[in-house]
């Protein structure tokens, strides 16, 4: 057989780039489903990452180390600004944008200005990556419209893939007895955990004084922690938890003991944790920020209200109605079935093998 017959039936190898690789973020979550998904495809390649958690070592490698053959495909996972990875654009291998959304800085000033610098500079760069690619997808119709926006005009959606598969290990179960409230995001000022920890806290002294709210997900900083912490502390409630980031064993067990999932964040791209919910039955309350109602659909109680009294008063239907809570918990698994991981990954290789050309 020629080179050229030989490649005609050999798929070609697809190397991933991203900014970090952490053991608990989406976007790291992504890649690892992605290269499960092109290994299983006959694709070879290799994820690498700029800045790898010791935690995340097994899965990336440096991006110094990135060396791709001619005819190979290179996957850019843009999620925020790093200056390693605009040499990836001179490459002459094709490109597929995955864009995960960049924070607006204006959410970092002031708590953290060098994740503030990166997120500006992440977003008054995006241009150059959405005018490199061959093919631009953003894992949301949100996001997408960003895209063209910057540059990248035939851009379209592209879901996360949700493996349901990850959520069937069992861990540690939460402390305590009571109504649980879980928050599943980064510990970040624009999830405003301050709001969710208010509302719940409103919602213990009118109707639950058992209840208990658990916060998982890493912190931006140390000092935003404690910040939280001062929070939970003045609002007076009892039963907070700021877990930090948790194994997704352990998650997996907190949203099996949950009896709401809420979100007061003010700015999304996604939302994994709606489809993590929907997948074990748990009502959802949350506001309907950014690619919030594309992921949710009819399936949530939606807060458009300014008065965490009223977000209360969600949680007190979703926690105790039950005509309610199994209404939406049919409207979550009829929603789920829109992100299955089949219908995904088959547009993951339609889209691998148009950037291919």
Not at 53 to 60: L, S, Y
Not at 85 to 93: D, G, I, T, V
Request: net charge neutral; with cysteine.
């Amino acid at each position: 057989m020629d080179a050229e017959s030989f490649a005609s039936v050999t798929p070609r190898a697809v190397h991933q780039v991203l900014s970090s690789a952490g053991p608990y973020d989406a976007v790291s979550v992504q890649a690892l489903l992605w290269r499960r998904l092109l290994t299983e495809r006959g694709y070879g390649g290799a994820d690498h990452a700029v800045a790898i958690d010791p935690r995340a070592r097994a899965g990336f490698a440096p991006v110094k180390a990135l060396a791709p053959a001619p005819g190979d495909l290179l996957v850019i996972r843009y999620s925020a600004y790093s200056g390693q990875l605009m040499p990836a654009l001179e490459l002459p291998q094709r490109k597929l944008l995955v864009y995960h959304n960049v924070t607006p800085p204006r959410y970092m000033w002031n708590h953290h200005a060098g994740v503030a610098v990166a997120c500006a500079l992440g977003r008054a760069q995006m241009p150059l990556f959405a005018r490199a690619a061959d093919v631009a997808v953003g894992d949301s119709d949100h996001n997408a419209a960003e895209l063209r926006a910057a540059g990248a005009h035939r851009a379209r959606a592209l879901p996360i893939l949700f493996d349901p598969a990850r959520l069937a290990e069992r861990g540690n179960q939460p402390a305590g007895e009571g109504p649980l409230v879980l928050v599943v995001s980064r510990l970040a000022p624009n999830k405003r955990h301050d709001l969710a920890i208010g509302a719940f806290a409103a919602w213990q002294r009118e109707h639950a004084p058992d209840a208990r709210l658990l916060c998982v997900g890493e912190s931006l900083s140390p000092a935003f922690r404690q910040l939280i912490e001062g929070v939970a502390k003045r609002s007076g409630a009892a039963g907070v938890t700021i877990a930090g980031g948790l194994s997704q064993a352990d998650l997996n067990s907190a949203y099996c003991s949950a009896d709401v999932l809420l979100s007061m964040s003010e700015h999304e791209g996604f939302s994994l944790p709606l489809l993590e919910a929907f997948h074990f039955g748990v009502p959802v309350v949350a506001r309907p920020a950014g690619a919030m109602p594309e992921v949710g659909g009819h399936a949530v109680l939606w807060d458009r209200d300014d008065d965490l009294a009223v977000t209360a008063e969600l949680l007190e239907l979703a926690a105790r109605n039950p005509v309610l809570r199994e209404e939406l918990a049919r409207r979550g698994r009829a929603q789920l079935a829109r992100f299955s991981y089949e219908k995904t990954a088959a547009a993951v290789i339609e889209a691998v093998e148009e950037a291919l050309g």
